[in-house]
């Protein structure tokens, strides 16, 4: 449509255009060559405050978050409670805009590259009782995820249609230790996700791998929420206790001897 992006600062945590929903900038065009190296192994890549829609009505907190992270012990956790005062934990002055708003973090945990949004609850300056809580998985994940979109059928085509949704889909991995990944089918997809393409019918698709053995999952949209629930888990195989090396039915050389 031809509108300019209202905050270029911002650009890698809202990445759609408000008036068209088409891409102004791709989650792989992002770089982190010139963002300095954590002291764990968890790097906030962007982030920001403000506006759930308009980047001109956010700041970027980056920089603050990392410093968060890095005061942690273990500096590979980012915890802001419910209680936290926003703007006490963030350390700004004044508001970035009236209304709710959101916290958008995009982080990257040894090379995987995840996003998680939270917004503001009831009382203002305050999250929802939800929090925002991300923490390096103490493993490497079983649970790999490869390309996912929300939204036409047909996917992005040229530059509309489809939002590209690995970051977000990747974090749920992360929370989970790196084993599962679910999406309730009671969850709004537009406040997870987006509407890529309003007033018609979408599907997430999910391209992932268990160990070794990739997998592709789709799943439709129906009024805003998924017609079944995503449950992508790793079972691990046990060992059996009792090896069956030989078994035989019916009559055998011992029998026609016996």
Not at 23 to 47: F, H, N, Y
Not at 94 to 109: Q, Y
Request: with cysteine.
């Amino acid at each position: 449509c031809g509108t300019a992006h209202p905050n270029p600062q911002l650009c890698e945590t809202y990445r759609y255009c408000t008036n068209c929903s088409s891409v102004m900038r791709e989650a792989s065009a992002i770089d982190t060559s010139k963002i300095p190296k954590p002291a764990g192994r968890l790097l906030v890549i962007a982030a920001s405050y403000g506006h759930p829609d308009d980047a001109s009505k956010a700041v970027d907190i980056r920089e603050t978050l990392q410093r968060k992270i890095e005061g942690y012990g273990a500096k590979d956790c980012l915890n802001i409670t419910p209680q936290d005062n926003l703007l006490t934990y963030l350390g700004l002055r004044s508001a970035p805009c009236s209304g709710r708003k959101c916290i958008r973090v995009r982080f990257l945990i040894e090379g995987r590259r995840s996003e998680t949004i939270a917004h503001e609850g009831s009382t203002e300056f305050h999250l929802d009782d939800l929090g925002l809580f991300v923490v390096v998985p103490k493993s490497p994940p079983s649970l790999i995820l490869g390309k996912c979109w929300y939204g036409h059928p047909r996917g992005l085509i040229k530059g509309r249609g489809a939002f590209d949704v690995t970051e977000i889909l990747q974090a749920r991995v992360e929370e989970s230790g790196g084993t599962f990944l679910e999406v309730n089918h009671r969850e709004h997809l537009d406040k997870l996700f987006g509407d890529p393409c309003p007033n018609r019918r979408k599907n997430l698709v999910i391209n992932y791998e268990i160990h070794g053995s990739s997998g592709k999952m789709v799943a439709e949209e129906v009024e805003g929420h998924l017609k079944k629930p995503v449950d992508l888990t790793y079972t691990p195989v046990i060992a059996p206790l009792i090896v069956i090396e030989k078994a035989t039915y019916g009559l055998t050389q011992e029998g026609i001897k016996e």
